[in-house]
């Protein structure tokens, strides 16, 4: 922001600059009235001419910007995306892995309660038929 203020002011102060020079040359000069305001004219003509040609090459250089920016932002935003989507696509992939781990433990785990429950229904049909013998005796 600063070379653009510093550029600005050096651009305006040398069309002013060259303006009053350029004036000052003219009026005092050994010149007729006539030869003055042609030269006056002249220098008026140029002054213009080079303020057009600053116009342009700033019009140039904003487009230049422009389209610099428009290009930077579109990169950024497609690295933007594509980052979110392989995000998600491993978020969704470690989810998946573990869902399928604890489905596998859960599952562990209820075979070893129904083997559990087997044998502890074992032993209490043991001890069933251990008491109906010893109450037969």
């Known amino acids: 922001m600063a070379d653009n203020i510093n550029s600005k002011d050096f651009i305006i102060g040398t069309l002013v600059g060259s303006i009053v020079g350029a004036s000052l040359a003219l009026l005092f000069a050994p010149k007729s009235g006539k030869e ?10 140029q002054a213009k001419d080079l303020a057009n040609e600053w116009k342009d090459t700033a019009i140039d250089k904003g487009t230049e ?14 690295k933007a995306i594509d980052t979110t989507n392989e995000l998600t696509k491993t978020v ?3 989810t998946q892995d573990l869902t399928k781990e604890a489905q596998e433990k859960l599952s ?5 309660g129904e083997e559990a429950l087997d044998k502890a229904d074992e032993i209490a049909d043991k001890i069933e038929d251990e008491v109906k013998e010893a109450t037969k005796e």
Do not use: V
């Open 36 to 45: 003055l305001r042609e030269d006056i004219n002249q220098g008026a003509i």
């Open 108 to 112: 562990t785990l209820s075979d070893k």
């Open 65 to 78: 910007w422009k389209d610099y920016a428009y290009e930077k932002g579109s990169e950024i935003k497609k």
């Open 92 to 94: 969704s992939e470690k």
